[in-house]
C-alpha cells in the first residue's frame, strides 16, 4: 500500500519540476488495491488481485489548462508527465475563467474524519480468507439447493492531493462489497452488501437473504403491465435516484440544463422527501475532500420536497454566487462538482409494514439496465429481476415474471407513501449510498418478458 | 517492451505448479480533446504499463498484476497468482480445462494511413472549435461539443503453450455535437451520439467523417428537432438507421451468444442468456434474410485483432444463418465445456490490470439486398426511420428491450414527410429479428464501434465492432417513451456526454472503489 510520504514525495517532484513554467499546478496519486473472488454454478471462476497507482498532473499554464496521467511514479515518468502537460497546455487557447488552484489557507475546517474508514482486518484479508467467505455462501446454496453467483471482493484505497500552493491531503480508506444471486430452475434472488468495515458485509447473511428471495419467486406468473402501488428494496430506491445526481450539481444550473433548473426555494418532490450530500455520516463511504483539496461539507439539496440549493463547486460559484461546498471536480476551466454522499432521509415504516399496508402490489428487490429516456422529466427505463413479488391483501404472495418500467423519478419521488429506516444500500448504476426503502403509488409497468 | 520480464512470469509460474500460465505486458500512451461551447473542457494524455499474469493450478484460475515491473515484482505478483489459483481449485465443480491451441509466434500491428499522435494537439482543438464555431451560426442551437481520442496500445502475450505475440492498436474516435431548445435540450451528434465514432484506424477516419462538413446539418437538425412534436405511439414499421442497428445487435444478439453468460458466469451482473445449447441449430432467431457474424479480421473495425488473449486467432463465426441460431462467442474454457474442438478466439481483457472474459468481436448484420437507404424508404409505405442512440436497456436474460434515439423521421407512401421528437420503439428479441423483411446493401454497410462494453467484476470497459446497414422491421411498438400526459411537452436529450464526464466518471470510481458499470 502506497504510503502518505511516498506520495508526498512524488507531488513535490512534480511541483519541483514544474517549477515558473507553470502558473498554478495540482498533483493527485490515487492508488487501488482491489481483491476479488467470483464464484458462479456454486465454483470459483475467477480469483484476481491487482493494484494500480495513478498520477494525474493538472497544469494552469497562464490560463490553459491541461492533465497528463501516468501509472507510473518512477521520477522519470512523473518528470515527462509534467513536461507533457506544460507542452500541451501551450498549445491551448486561453481561457480566461481559469481558477487559481486552492489555497491552504482556504481550508477552515478540518477534515479528520469522526471515525476511521480503514479497516486493517479487510486489508489483511487473504485469498484463503475469501475462499472461506465463498464457501459459507456457497453451503447456503446447496442447503437451498440453489445455485450461487457473486463476488466477495476487498478495496485499499489511497488518495493524495498537493498543489503549488502548499495544500496536500491524503486519506486511505478499505471497502468490501459481497454481491449474490441465488438462482432456482425457474427463480433467482439477490443481495448484496458493501461498507468500509469487515462487519458491516455478513456474507452468510446476504445468501440467507438472497436464497430466501429465490425460494418464494419459485414459479413466478406473469402479471399484467399498469400502474401499480411498488415497495422498493433500498437498493431499487439507489438505482432509480441516482439519476437526478446530475440534478444536483451547481455545474448543471448554471448551464440550465438540471431538470430543476430555476426552481431553488420550489416544491420539486413530495414533501416526505428530504435529500442531503453528506461525507461524514456514519453510514457513508468515501474521502472527505474533493477533487480540489476542499473539505466536503454537508448539504441540504432537497428539504420537505422543496429544493434547497445544488452541491456546487468554486467555479460554479462564480455565477450561482454562494459558497464552494467541497463536491468539486480538479480545477480546470470547466468542470463541475457532484454529491458523492447522498443521505435519504428515512421514516418511521418497517418493510413488513409497507407490505401488510398494501392490498395490491408489487415488491422489487432490484433494477437492472436503467436508463433516462427523457432527461427534462427524468422519465426512465429498465427491468426489474432477481425477486419480484406480487403483494396482496397485505402479505407477499408469489413471485411474479420480470416487468419493464417507464416511470418519472420525479413524479416517483412525488408519489412516495411510506418511507423505511435508510441503509448503506449498494447497487450496479452508481455508487453505494444512504437510502430508505420506499412504497410508491402509480409506478408504470410497461411491458412483461418471459424470465 | 520488456519480453524478458514475461517469460520470467511464465518460469517463475511453472516453477509454482502452474499447469498453465500466460502474461500480458501492455503499454498504452492516448489522448483525448474535448471541447464545449468554444472552451476546452478536457485536454489529457495518459501512459500507462503493466503486466498481468493468469495461471491455472489444479484446475483453478488465479490472476494478479505486477506493481513494479521488476523480477522481484514478477515473482510477487506470479505467487499472489498462484495463491489465488490454489484456493479456487479448492472450490470447483470440476477442473478447467482449455480447448487445444497450436502456439503461435506473430508481430501484427493494426492497419491505418496517418498517425494521429503525430497530428499537432493545437490541430486536434483548432478542428472541434471551427467545428463549434459553424454549429453555433445556426440559430436555435444552445450547446455545442466535440471530442476527439487516439489510443495505442503495445500487447505482448506470451504462455507456456509457447505462443509469443506482439501486437500494436491504434485506435481513433471522433465526435461532435449540437443541443438545441429553450426549455428543453435536444441533442444531435455525428457520427454518432455518446462520443462518436470508433475505429481501428488512424486520422484518416477523423477527415474520412468530415466533421467540418457535417457540422451545419447537426446543428440544423438539432434545431428542427427541439421544434418537432413527439413522436406517436403506434405500431409500424421501423427503418433503423445503420448505427443504431450496430446497438441493437450489440445487446440483442452479441451479449446472448457469449457462452461465459451462456454457462451462468455473468448471472450476478451482467445477466444470463435465453441463447441455451438446447437452441443451437434449432432456433428461429430471426427472418430468412438474417446472418449475422463474428469476424475478428475486419479491417480497421474495433473489434478487430489478430489474437486474443487466450493466444487464439481472431476469426470469422457465424452466429445466426439463414434465421436460424447456429453459435456463440467463445474461449478455449468455455469450447472446451461446449464439446467444440476450437475456440472462435473471443477472449479480452481491458488492459492488464483484468482477466479476460468472453467478448464480442466484431458482431454484425451481413449485408442484404435492399439496395440504398433511400430506396429502402422509397419502398416502405408507412413507418418511421429511427436514427442514432439516445437510449438503451435490455433485461437480464436478453429478451425485452426498448431503445430511444436522437431523431425519428416519419415515413408516408415512400417518402420521409416530418421529423419527430423522442423516438422511443420497444420489443422482444427473436420477435424483433423475426420481422426483419429488408437490409440495406454493402454500399450502407458500416462498422461502427462501440468503446465502452461494460461486462464481469470488477466491471470490464472494451471496445466492440458491429457491421451494420440500414434494416426494416415490421409492425413494430413505437413510441412507448412517452412523457406523462399531464406532464409539459416531453423533451430529450438534455445531456449527452459533457465536459465534465471523464472528471465524473475517475471520481466515481475512485470514490465508489467496487462500484461497477
Not at chain 2, 230 to 235: A, D, G, L
Not at chain 2, 414 to 434: A, C, D, H, L, Q
Given at each position: 500500500?502506497?504510503?502518505?510520504?511516498?506520495?508526498?514525495?512524488?507531488?513535490?517532484?512534480?511541483?519541483?519540476?514544474?517549477?515558473?513554467?507553470?502558473?498554478?499546478?495540482?498533483?493527485?496519486?490515487?492508488?487501488?488495491?482491489?481483491?476479488?473472488?467470483?464464484?458462479?454454478?456454486?465454483?470459483?471462476?475467477?480469483?484476481?488481485?491487482?493494484?494500480?497507482?495513478?498520477?494525474?498532473?493538472?497544469?494552469?499554464?497562464?490560463?490553459?489548462?491541461?492533465?497528463?496521467?501516468?501509472?507510473?511514479?518512477?521520477?522519470?515518468?512523473?518528470?515527462?508527465?509534467?513536461?507533457?502537460?506544460?507542452?500541451?497546455?501551450?498549445?491551448?487557447?486561453?481561457?480566461?475563467?481559469?481558477?487559481?488552484?486552492?489555497?491552504?489557507?482556504?481550508?477552515?475546517?478540518?477534515?479528520?474524519?469522526?471515525?476511521?474508514?480503514?479497516?486493517?482486518?479487510?486489508?489483511?484479508?487473504?485469498?484463503?480468507?475469501?475462499?472461506?467467505?465463498?464457501?459459507?455462501?456457497?453451503?447456503?446454496?446447496?442447503?437451498?439447493?440453489?445455485?450461487?453467483?457473486?463476488?466477495?471482493?476487498?478495496?485499499?484505497?489511497?488518495?493524495?492531493?498537493?498543489?503549488?500552493?502548499?495544500?496536500?491531503?491524503?486519506?486511505?480508506?478499505?471497502?468490501?462489497?459481497?454481491?449474490?444471486?441465488?438462482?432456482?430452475?425457474?427463480?433467482?434472488?439477490?443481495?448484496?452488501?458493501?461498507?468500509?468495515?469487515?462487519?458491516?458485509?455478513?456474507?452468510?447473511?446476504?445468501?440467507?437473504?438472497?436464497?430466501?428471495?429465490?425460494?418464494?419467486?419459485?414459479?413466478?406468473?406473469?402479471?399484467?403491465?399498469?400502474?401499480?402501488?411498488?415497495?422498493?428494496?433500498?437498493?431499487?430506491?439507489?438505482?432509480?435516484?441516482?439519476?437526478?445526481?446530475?440534478?444536483?450539481?451547481?455545474?448543471?444550473?448554471?448551464?440550465?440544463?438540471?431538470?430543476?433548473?430555476?426552481?431553488?426555494?420550489?416544491?420539486?418532490?413530495?414533501?416526505?422527501?428530504?435529500?442531503?450530500?453528506?461525507?461524514?455520516?456514519?453510514?457513508?463511504?468515501?474521502?472527505?475532500?474533493?477533487?480540489?483539496?476542499?473539505?466536503?461539507?454537508?448539504?441540504?439539496?432537497?428539504?420537505?420536497?422543496?429544493?434547497?440549493?445544488?452541491?456546487?463547486?468554486?467555479?460554479?460559484?462564480?455565477?450561482?454566487?454562494?459558497?464552494?461546498?467541497?463536491?468539486?471536480?480538479?480545477?480546470?476551466?470547466?468542470?463541475?462538482?457532484?454529491?458523492?454522499?447522498?443521505?435519504?432521509?428515512?421514516?418511521?415504516?418497517?418493510?413488513?409494514?409497507m407490505i401488510a399496508s398494501t392490498q395490491r402490489g408489487i415488491l422489487l428487490t432490484r433494477v437492472w439496465y436503467v436508463r433516462d429516456v427523457d432527461p427534462n422529466t427524468k422519465l426512465l427505463t429498465g427491468m426489474t429481476r432477481d425477486g419480484t413479488f406480487l403483494i396482496e391483501n397485505g402479505k407477499v404472495t408469489r413471485g411474479i415474471k420480470n416487468l419493464r418500467f417507464n416511470q418519472s423519478v420525479i413524479d416517483m419521488l412525488k408519489n412516495v407513501v411510506e418511507i423505511g429506516q435508510p441503509v448503506l444500500a449498494a447497487g450496479e448504476e452508481t455508487f453505494p449510498a444512504v437510502v430508505p426503502p420506499m412504497k410508491i403509488e402509480n409506478f408504470r409497468f410497461s411491458s412483461r418478458t418471459k424470465a | 517492451m520488456n519480453k524478458?520480464?514475461?517469460?520470467?512470469?511464465?518460469?517463475?509460474?511453472?516453477?509454482?505448479?502452474?499447469?498453465?500460465?500466460?502474461?500480458?505486458?501492455?503499454?498504452?500512451?492516448?489522448?483525448?480533446?474535448?471541447?464545449?461551447?468554444?472552451?476546452?473542457?478536457?485536454?489529457?494524455?495518459?501512459?500507462?504499463?503493466?503486466?498481468?499474469?493468469?495461471?491455472?493450478?489444479?484446475?483453478?484460475?488465479?490472476?494478479?498484476?505486477?506493481?513494479?515491473?521488476?523480477?522481484?515484482?514478477?515473482?510477487?505478483?506470479?505467487?499472489?497468482?498462484?495463491?489465488?489459483?490454489?484456493?479456487?481449485?479448492?472450490?470447483?465443480?470440476?477442473?478447467?480445462?482449455?480447448?487445444?491451441?497450436?502456439?503461435?509466434?506473430?508481430?501484427?500491428?493494426?492497419?491505418?494511413?496517418?498517425?494521429?499522435?503525430?497530428?499537432?494537439?493545437?490541430?486536434?482543438?483548432?478542428?472541434?472549435?471551427?467545428?463549434?464555431?459553424?454549429?453555433?451560426?445556426?440559430?436555435?442551437?444552445?450547446?455545442?461539443?466535440?471530442?476527439?481520442?487516439?489510443?495505442?496500445?503495445?500487447?505482448?502475450?506470451?504462455?507456456?503453450?509457447?505462443?509469443?505475440?506482439?501486437?500494436?492498436?491504434?485506435?481513433?474516435?471522433?465526435?461532435?455535437?449540437?443541443?438545441?431548445?429553450?426549455?428543453?435540450?435536444?441533442?444531435?451528434?455525428?457520427?454518432?451520439?455518446?462520443?462518436?465514432?470508433?475505429?481501428?484506424?488512424?486520422?484518416?477516419?477523423?477527415?474520412?467523417?468530415?466533421?467540418?462538413?457535417?457540422?451545419?446539418?447537426?446543428?440544423?437538425?438539432?434545431?428542427?428537432?427541439?421544434?418537432?412534436?413527439?413522436?406517436?405511439?403506434?405500431?409500424?414499421?421501423?427503418?433503423?438507421?445503420?448505427?443504431?442497428?450496430?446497438?441493437?445487435?450489440?445487446?440483442?444478439?452479441?451479449?446472448?451468444?457469449?457462452?461465459?453468460?451462456?454457462?451462468?458466469?455473468?448471472?450476478?451482473?451482467?445477466?444470463?442468456?435465453?441463447?441455451?445449447?438446447?437452441?443451437?441449430?434449432?432456433?428461429?432467431?430471426?427472418?430468412?434474410?438474417?446472418?449475422?457474424?463474428?469476424?475478428?479480421?475486419?479491417?480497421?473495425?474495433?473489434?478487430?485483432?489478430?489474437?486474443?488473449?487466450?493466444?487464439?486467432?481472431?476469426?470469422?463465426?457465424?452466429?445466426?444463418?439463414?434465421?436460424?441460431?447456429?453459435?456463440?462467442?467463445?474461449?478455449?474454457?468455455?469450447?472446451?465445456?461446449?464439446?467444440?474442438?476450437?475456440?472462435?478466439?473471443?477472449?479480452?481483457?481491458?488492459?492488464?490490470?483484468?482477466?479476460?472474459?468472453?467478448?464480442?468481436?466484431?458482431?454484425?448484420?451481413?449485408?442484404?439486398?435492399?439496395?440504398?437507404?433511400?430506396?429502402?424508404?422509397?419502398?416502405?409505405?408507412?413507418?418511421?426511420?429511427?436514427?442514432?442512440?439516445?437510449?438503451?436497456?435490455?433485461?437480464?436474460?436478453?429478451?425485452?428491450?426498448?431503445?430511444?434515439?436522437?431523431?425519428?423521421?416519419?415515413?408516408?407512401?415512400?417518402?420521409?414527410?416530418?421529423?419527430?421528437?423522442?423516438?422511443?420503439?420497444?420489443?422482444?428479441?427473436?420477435?424483433?429479428?423475426?420481422?426483419?423483411?429488408?437490409?440495406?446493401?454493402?454500399?450502407?454497410?458500416?462498422?461502427?464501434?462501440?468503446?465502452?462494453?461494460?461486462?464481469?467484476?470488477?466491471?470490464?470497459?472494451?471496445?466492440?465492432?458491429?457491421?451494420?446497414?440500414?434494416?426494416?422491421?415490421?409492425?413494430?411498438?413505437?413510441?412507448?417513451?412517452?412523457?406523462?400526459?399531464?406532464?409539459?411537452?416531453?423533451?430529450?436529450?438534455?445531456?449527452?456526454?459533457?465536459?465534465?464526464?471523464?472528471?465524473?466518471?475517475?471520481?466515481?470510481?475512485?470514490?465508489?472503489?467496487?462500484?461497477?458499470?
Open positions: 500500500m502506497i504510503t502518505e510520504a511516498k506520495c508526498k514525495k512524488i507531488i513535490d517532484l512534480a511541483i519541483a519540476h514544474a517549477g515558473d513554467r507553470v502558473t498554478d499546478m495540482q498533483v493527485t496519486v490515487f492508488e487501488q488495491e482491489q481483491a476479488t473472488s467470483r464464484f458462479a454454478n456454486n465454483e470459483m471462476t475467477q480469483h484476481v488481485d491487482t493494484c494500480v497507482t495513478t498520477v494525474t498532473i493538472t497544469v494552469n499554464a497562464r490560463g490553459r489548462t491541461a492533465f497528463f496521467a501516468t501509472d507510473s511514479t518512477s521520477t522519470k515518468a512523473i518528470k515527462r508527465a509534467v513536461d507533457k502537460a506544460i507542452e500541451t497546455a501551450g498549445v491551448l487557447p486561453h481561457d480566461a475563467t481559469t481558477l487559481r488552484v486552492l489555497k491552504p489557507s482556504n481550508l477552515t475546517e478540518d477534515a479528520t474524519p469522526k471515525f476511521s474508514r480503514f479497516d486493517p482486518r479487510i486489508a489483511a484479508l487473504g485469498p484463503e480468507d475469501r475462499l472461506k467467505r465463498v464457501k459459507s455462501i456457497v453451503e447456503v446454496a446447496r442447503r437451498g439447493r440453489f445455485s450461487a453467483a457473486g463476488i466477495f471482493a476487498t478495496y485499499l484505497n489511497s488518495y493524495a492531493i498537493g498543489n503549488s500552493a502548499g495544500l496536500f491531503r491524503f486519506d486511505q480508506q478499505t471497502n468490501v462489497e459481497c454481491s449474490i444471486t441465488m438462482l432456482s430452475a425457474s427463480s433467482s434472488g439477490w443481495q448484496k452488501g458493501y461498507g468500509c468495515n469487515l462487519d458491516a458485509v455478513d456474507p452468510v447473511a446476504l445468501a440467507e437473504g438472497a436464497a430466501s428471495r429465490a425460494r418464494k419467486s419459485r414459479n413466478p406468473v406473469y402479471v399484467r403491465p399498469g400502474d401499480y402501488t411498488v415497495i422498493l428494496e433500498p437498493s431499487a430506491v439507489l438505482d432509480l435516484i441516482c439519476f437526478l445526481y446530475d440534478d444536483f450539481t451547481g455545474t448543471e444550473h448554471w448551464y440550465e440544463t438540471s431538470s430543476f433548473c430555476k426552481k431553488i426555494g420550489k416544491n420539486v418532490l413530495g414533501k416526505n422527501i428530504t435529500i442531503t450530500d453528506d461525507a461524514n455520516h456514519e453510514l457513508q463511504t468515501g474521502f472527505l475532500f474533493d477533487d480540489e483539496g476542499m473539505n466536503r461539507k454537508t448539504v441540504t439539496i432537497v428539504e420537505d420536497g422543496k429544493l434547497k440549493t445544488p452541491v456546487k463547486s468554486r467555479r460554479s460559484v462564480k455565477y450561482l454566487g454562494g459558497s464552494p461546498t467541497g463536491h468539486g471536480a480538479a480545477p480546470s476551466s470547466a468542470e463541475g462538482e457532484f454529491p458523492m454522499n447522498i443521505v435519504v432521509a428515512g421514516g418511521d415504516s418497517s418493510l413488513e409494514e | 524478458e520480464l514475461a517469460l520470467y512470469a511464465l518460469d517463475v509460474a511453472r516453477s509454482l505448479g502452474a499447469s498453465y500460465a500466460d502474461a500480458r505486458l501492455i503499454k498504452t500512451v492516448s489522448e483525448t480533446v474535448e471541447t464545449r461551447d468554444l472552451y476546452v473542457v478536457y485536454a489529457a494524455d495518459n501512459e500507462s504499463i503493466g503486466l498481468g499474469i493468469r495461471v491455472l493450478v489444479r484446475g483453478g484460475w488465479g490472476f494478479a498484476t505486477a506493481r513494479h515491473l521488476t523480477k522481484l515484482g514478477v515473482v510477487a505478483a506470479v505467487t499472489k497468482a498462484v495463491e489465488a489459483a490454489k484456493a479456487s481449485s479448492r472450490l470447483l465443480n470440476g477442473r478447467v480445462k482449455l480447448a487445444k491451441e497450436a502456439a503461435h509466434q506473430e508481430i501484427w500491428q493494426s492497419p491505418f494511413s496517418i498517425d494521429p499522435f503525430k497530428i499537432s494537439t493545437n490541430d486536434k482543438v483548432s478542428l472541434l472549435l471551427e467545428c463549434e464555431k459553424l454549429m453555433r451560426k445556426t440559430r436555435g442551437v444552445k450547446q455545442t461539443s466535440g471530442i476527439l481520442t487516439f489510443t495505442r496500445e503495445k500487447k505482448l502475450f506470451v504462455s507456456t503453450d509457447g505462443s509469443d505475440i506482439t501486437q500494436t492498436f491504434l485506435t481513433s474516435g471522433c465526435g461532435i455535437d449540437a443541443q438545441a431548445g429553450v426549455d428543453e435540450h435536444f441533442v444531435r451528434s455525428w457520427p454518432n451520439s455518446f462520443g462518436g465514432q470508433y475505429e481501428s484506424a488512424g486520422w484518416e477516419m477523423v477527415q474520412r467523417w468530415d466533421l467540418l462538413g457535417n457540422a451545419q446539418r447537426v446543428a440544423e437538425e438539432s434545431v428542427m428537432v427541439s421544434k418537432a412534436r413527439q413522436c406517436p405511439e403506434m405500431v409500424t414499421d421501423v427503418i433503423l438507421g445503420a448505427s443504431q442497428l450496430a446497438l441493437q445487435i450489440h445487446e440483442s444478439t452479441g451479449h446472448p451468444t457469449e457462452l461465459d453468460r451462456v454457462f451462468g458466469e455473468e448471472e450476478n451482473y451482467a445477466g444470463a442468456s435465453f441463447l441455451t445449447p438446447d437452441n443451437l441449430g434449432k432456433l428461429k432467431y430471426g427472418s430468412k434474410i438474417v446472418n449475422l457474424t463474428a469476424n475478428a479480421t475486419v479491417p480497421n473495425a474495433l473489434g478487430t485483432f489478430a489474437y486474443d488473449d487466450d493466444g487464439v486467432p481472431g476469426q470469422r463465426v457465424e452466429l445466426v444463418k439463414n434465421g436460424l441460431f447456429v453459435g456463440y462467442l467463445t474461449s478455449r474454457e468455455t469450447a472446451h465445456e461446449l464439446g467444440l474442438d476450437r475456440s472462435g478466439g473471443m477472449m479480452r481483457a481491458t488492459g492488464p490490470g483484468f482477466t479476460p472474459l468472453v467478448r464480442m468481436t466484431n458482431v454484425s448484420l451481413e449485408p442484404g439486398d435492399a439496395g440504398s437507404l433511400q430506396d429502402l424508404i422509397a419502398d416502405t409505405k408507412r413507418g418511421i426511420l429511427l436514427d442514432t442512440n439516445y437510449s438503451w436497456s435490455i433485461d437480464d436474460r436478453r429478451h425485452n428491450f426498448q431503445f430511444g434515439t436522437e431523431i425519428g423521421w416519419l415515413i408516408k407512401n415512400g417518402k420521409i414527410v416530418e421529423p419527430v421528437r423522442n423516438p422511443s420503439y420497444w420489443g422482444i428479441t427473436t420477435n424483433f429479428w423475426n420481422s426483419c423483411d429488408a437490409i440495406c446493401g454493402p454500399s450502407e454497410h458500416v462498422y461502427w464501434g462501440i468503446p465502452t462494453c461494460a461486462k464481469g467484476q470488477p466491471c470490464q470497459a472494451i471496445g466492440t465492432g458491429h457491421g451494420a446497414a440500414p434494416a426494416r422491421f415490421k409492425n413494430t411498438k413505437v413510441g412507448v417513451a412517452k412523457p406523462a400526459e399531464d406532464k409539459p411537452k416531453g423533451g430529450a436529450h438534455s445531456k449527452p456526454h459533457s465536459g465534465h464526464h471523464h472528471a465524473k466518471v475517475a471520481r466515481h470510481n475512485r470514490h465508489c472503489a467496487g462500484g461497477s458499470k
